[in-house]
């Protein structure tokens, strides 16, 4: 008499439990857009959105039917008195089953190779990006817990916080002065490492102007939370108004400035009219041990590379000084 009660429950738990859960994960959505990577504001944000929506689709083909039939089976096999099902204890193969499961998997998953390869090129994070305006370039390093931008072509910085050009092209190059993190604008484009004795480069654009948020994606320590910042995408009338406003309203950073700025602490936000010349190379060169970068090149830049044979060779040019 108990059986009928407690079969209805195990499948109304279940079915409000998936319910629950589509919900929350389409609520957000539908409510206003808190879905950042899968609202892209720019070319490499939409290519990559675009590759998370294919795969999901191409996962889908699979993972649904098995829920769905994992259901049927557990229904339409249960035990009960009544069961009508055909009972064949010497079943043992199907070719026909056999064909289905082997056969789809495996297109799926050559069909996932084949998108996967392809957006994997097309999205070379130092892959200059195809636009009739010429890239801006700023430079980035990441500090304990802060997070430096310098624009080497109007000669200012900033610290947490990032004014861009919409509709034009940014050309990143990126290291750090502390451990290892990671730059994300999760809506333009995916994250890459910042790491001491490198420099990676990444392109990266904002179709719209608008006010996006920037953060560290790798933990860091203590104050790995503060490390945020708001990307300004304005027009390039505004961004230049911007460029003259800090230079004239705002005090150059000295070197001195710059190692108070890297020891390990917080920092608001703040601007820069001036910054040391050479300070991006300084910084990735400054863990340069014996002409080789802590990390051996690996996906290191050409200018940056350029950079850390330039200092190399200068060294051992004033050591041969030294000697003579």
């Known amino acids: 008499m108990n059986k009928k009660p407690r079969s209805l429950i195990r499948i109304i738990i279940p079915v409000v439990l998936t319910l629950v859960t589509i919900a929350l994960i389409v609520w957000p959505m539908l409510a206003g857009g808190q879905y950042v990577v899968l609202d892209p504001k720019g070319p490499i944000g939409a290519s990559q959105r675009d590759l998370i929506v294919i795969s999901t689709i191409l996962c889908a083909v699979i993972i649904v039917p098995v829920l769905i039939l994992s259901a049927v089976i557990v229904w339409r096999y249960r035990d009960k008195p009544d069961n009508k099902a055909a009972y064949e204890p010497n079943w043992s193969h199907s070719t026909k089953a056999e064909a289905i499961w082997w056969t789809v998997p495996i297109i799926i998953i050559g069909l ?7 957006y994997t090129y097309d999205l070379e994070p130092s892959k200059p990006l195809a636009h009739e305006k010429a890239p801006i370039t700023i430079q980035v390093s990441s500090l304990d817990w802060k997070w430096l931008f310098m624009y080497p072509e109007q000669g200012i910085a900033t610290v947490n916080t990032l004014n861009i050009p919409a509709d034009r092209p940014v050309k990143f190059e990126l290291t750090a002065d502390s451990p ?3 730059f994300w604008i999760p809506q333009l484009g995916g994250q890459i490492y910042t790491m001491s004795g490198m ?3 990444l392109y990266l654009q904002a179709d719209h102007e608008g006010k996006y948020w920037g953060s560290g994606a790798n933990f860091t320590g203590e104050h790995f939370g503060e ?3 708001d990307v300004n995408a304005t027009s390039d009338e505004d961004f230049d108004k911007w460029v003259a406003e800090v230079k004239q309203s705002s005090q150059e950073l000295t070197t001195e400035g710059y190692n108070a700025l890297a020891e390990p602490g917080t920092s608001n936000v703040a601007y820069y009219s001036a910054f040391p010349e050479g300070l ?3 910084i990735v060169t400054k863990y340069v041990v014996d002409g080789q970068s802590a990390h051996s090149k690996h996906g290191t830049s050409s200018e ?5 044979q330039n200092a190399t060779d200068t060294s051992n040019q004033d050591e041969d000084k030294s000697a003579n």
Do not use: C
């Open 112 to 118: 996932l190779a084949i998108v996967t390869v392809r």
């Open 199 to 201: 420099a990676m480069t």
């Open 227 to 229: 490390m945020r910042f």
């Open 280 to 282: 991006f190379q300084n």
């Open 304 to 308: 940056a590379s350029g950079a850390i």
């Open 180 to 182: 290892m993190n990671s």
